[in-house]
């Protein structure tokens, strides 16, 4: 079932044309404007600012501040988790 859900997907790509920009050389005119488009940015660094703690840290600080705590687990790989 995920082959041909991913074969369909693909197919409506290639019918829709997404993908079909032009290529751009990389040549010392347009290699500023092409690591500007790769180059990640502070905005896509964010979580990097959360004050993460390790489990049962949060927990008593939650609890000594009487706030919620957000605990997210996940079991394997999370690329194959559609």
Not at 2 to 31: D, H, I, K, N, V
Request: hydrophobic share 45%; net charge negative; proline share 5%.
């Amino acid at each position: 079932m995920r082959r041909l859900l991913f074969g369909l997907f693909c197919w409506q790509m290639l019918l829709s044309g997404a993908g079909s920009a032009e290529a751009q050389e990389l040549a010392p005119a347009t290699y500023a404007q092409l690591r500007a488009q790769v180059d990640v940015t502070d905005a896509e660094l964010c979580w990097q600012k959360v004050a993460w703690q390790p489990y049962w840290d949060g927990l008593v600080a939650a609890q000594q501040q009487d706030r919620p705590i957000f605990y997210w687990i996940y079991f394997g790989d999370p690329r194959g988790g559609c």
